[in-house]
């Protein structure tokens, strides 16, 4: 990516927020996820990810990065489209660490198309199972796992409130986990867990570059009061707080991060 994203690797420092913690980042070999996986594990969580098998590099570079930061790494490679998947993942993450207590729902499939008639049955399913159907069977696969203090967080957009034309499909996704952070809250806190999203404007991820037409790359972000998109460390912040205890009397919240661009 040019130029290149800042995941925190170096910029961000940690303080022991998550300090003996296990989270479950889906999606974290690129990206938020990345940056997230990152600022936990140097607050002191243990870490593992999911991601697609032929993303085998960007992962491996993240775990490096999570145990340089002191914390234990686990990579599982995995489609979340599958039905299956959500148990598995869930099943190998108390395999290798005997607990979880934070779930990041941050994978997306994304794709841009001018015309609605490009958009195919085929990817429009595939955007709901991985975006949507995926966070809903790890969700509920974990608050059968989580024990009280337990937080699960959900990556939604400002797509959910302003959908953009080209990303019909994306957006309709992002609506529907906000809805489900709203509902999912009430049943979660029944088991003392806590359910929150984060709402992303632009951020300079490479799903930008490789998911947009060149044009559209050149201005992404401009639009903000910034002038730029969000570097994923500066999205990774407010997750942070979410899965700390800073975050106790907070559940069933869309955090905006929008460059004040958020219609709310």
Same mark, same amino acid.
């Given at each position: 990516?040019?130029?290149?994203?800042?995941?925190?690797?170096?910029?961000?420092?940690?303080?022991?927020?998550?300090?003996?913690?296990?989270?479950?980042?889906?999606?974290?070999?690129?990206?938020?996820?990345?940056?997230?996986?990152?600022?936990?594990?140097?607050?002191?969580?243990?870490?593992?990810?999911?991601?697609?098998?032929?993303?085998?590099?960007? %992962?491996?570079?993240?775990?490096?990065?999570?145990? %340089?930061?002191?914390?234990?790494?686990?990579?599982?490679?995995?489609?979340?489209?599958?039905?299956?998947?959500?148990?598995?993942?869930?099943?190998?993450?108390? %395999?290798?660490?005997?607990?979880?207590?934070?779930?990041?729902?941050?994978?997306?499939?994304?794709?841009?198309?001018?015309?609605?008639?490009?958009?195919?049955?085929?990817?429009?399913?595939?955007?709901?199972?991985?975006?949507?159907?995926?966070?809903?069977?790890?969700?509920?696969?974990?608050?059968?796992?989580?024990?009280?203090?337990?937080?699960?967080?959900?990556?939604?957009?400002?797509?959910?409130?302003?959908?953009?034309?080209?990303?019909?499909?994306?957006?309709?996704?992002?609506?529907?986990?906000?809805?489900?952070?709203?509902?999912?809250?009430?049943? %979660?806190?029944?088991?003392?867990?806590?359910?929150?999203?984060?709402?992303?404007?632009?951020?300079?991820?490479?799903?930008?570059?490789?998911?947009?037409?060149?044009?559209?790359?050149?201005?992404?972000?401009?639009?903000?009061?910034?002038?730029?998109?969000?570097?994923?460390?500066?999205?990774?912040?407010?997750?942070?707080?979410?899965?700390?205890?800073?975050?106790?009397?907070?559940?069933?919240?869309?955090?905006?991060?929008?460059?004040?661009?958020?219609?709310?």
């Amino acid at each position: 990516m040019n130029p290149p994203a800042d995941h925190g690797e170096d910029s961000y420092q940690g303080s022991g927020k998550l300090k003996g913690r296990v989270a479950l980042v889906t999606g974290g070999d690129s990206g938020i996820g990345r940056a997230v996986a990152i600022a936990f594990a140097k607050e002191g969580a243990d870490v593992a990810i999911s991601y697609l098998k032929e993303e085998e590099a960007d %992962a491996e570079d993240t775990s490096l990065r999570i145990q %340089a930061s002191g914390s234990r790494a686990l990579k599982i490679p995995i489609d979340l489209r599958d039905a299956s998947s959500a148990d598995s993942l869930l099943g190998k993450v108390i %395999a290798e660490f005997g607990r979880l207590d934070i779930l990041l729902n941050n994978a997306a499939f994304q794709m841009s198309h001018d015309d609605l008639e490009d958009v195919s049955a085929e990817e429009f399913e595939h955007t709901f199972r991985t975006n949507v159907f995926a966070t809903f069977l790890l969700t509920q696969g974990a608050l059968q796992r989580l024990s009280p203090g337990g937080v699960v967080l959900n990556t939604t957009s400002i797509q959910a409130y302003q959908p953009s034309p080209s990303l019909v499909a994306y957006a309709a996704t992002k609506s529907a986990i906000l809805s489900m952070t709203k509902s999912m809250a009430s049943h %979660a806190m029944k088991r003392g867990v806590r359910i929150n999203a984060v709402a992303p404007g632009p951020v300079w991820t490479p799903l930008i570059p490789s998911t947009m037409p060149e044009e559209k790359v050149k201005d992404f972000g401009a639009k903000t009061e910034f002038g730029r998109p969000a570097q994923p460390i500066e999205l990774a912040r407010i997750f942070v707080f979410l899965a700390s205890d800073e975050a106790s009397y907070v559940t069933g919240e869309i955090y905006g991060a929008t460059g004040g661009r958020s219609p709310y």
